[in-house]
């Protein structure tokens, strides 16, 4: 059985900057790529990071390229979120998903997802 299980979220400030974190566990569990996605109310699912654990290349929505950063690590299949200059409009419930094969860098379909944790962000 595969859990994903995210922390790390709440409210904050407009401009101000949160980090969440998500821990997959699972026996022989060893995912091609893990992201975060966040849907807000009334819309749907969107990719915003991804990252692929074998070079460690990273995939951004455009809507958070240069505020949000994705890293982990691979042995602990562990990933974060680092979230600045945070605006109102990135307020959502956020998701970690794992892959357990080849995707689209920015595919908002992954295999494996955790619970969510919401993010606030007030003006």
């Known amino acids: 059985q595969v859990q994903l299980v995210e922390s790390g979220g709440g409210l904050m400030q407009a401009g101000g900057s949160l980090r969440l974190s998500c821990a997959a566990s699972?026996?022989?569990?060893?995912?091609?790529?893990m992201g975060w996605f966040r849907q807000a109310p009334g819309k749907e699912r969107e990719f915003v990071a991804r990252?692929?654990?074998?070079?460690?290349?990273?995939y951004y929505a455009d809507s958070v390229k240069g505020r949000f950063t994705i890293s982990g690590d691979n042995a602990k299949n562990t990933v974060y979120l680092q979230m600045n200059s945070l605006k109102p409009e990135d307020t959502a419930v956020y998701y970690c998903?794992?892959?357990?094969?080849?995707?689209?860098?920015?595919?908002?379909?992954?295999?494996?997802w955790g619970q969510g944790t919401q993010v606030t962000v007030s003006s």
């Open positions: 990252i692929i654990w074998r070079g460690g290349t990273t």
């Open positions: 699972g026996r022989t569990f060893s995912p091609f790529a």
């Open positions: 998903a794992a892959d357990t094969y080849v995707r689209p860098g920015r595919s908002a379909n992954s295999d494996y």
